[in-house]
């Protein structure tokens, strides 16, 4: 599966969240570590929903970047 994630700049570092999987997060010092760290929390959350015996969620979010112009 192919979850889109989100990841956001902070002061002193990176976060970055799994729309489709609530609570799913990582924080990094940089992009490339936050991107390693958001696909183990993935692993570990979905690991933690078969524990429970719930239905894994599908993945439904997509990204698309759009580019705008000013003035």
């Known amino acids: 599966m192919r979850y889109a ?27 490339e570590e936050v991107k390693v760290l958001i696909a183990e929390a993935i692993e570990f959350h979905i690991e933690g929903i078969l524990k429970d015996g719930l239905p894994i969620p599908q ?9 705008v112009s000013f003035g």
């Open 59 to 67: 993945p439904t979010s997509i990204s698309h970047d759009v580019e």
């Open 5 to 31: 994630i989100v990841i956001e700049k902070g002061e002193t570092s990176y976060g970055a969240y799994v729309p489709d999987l609530p609570g799913c997060i990582a924080v990094g010092e940089t992009i």
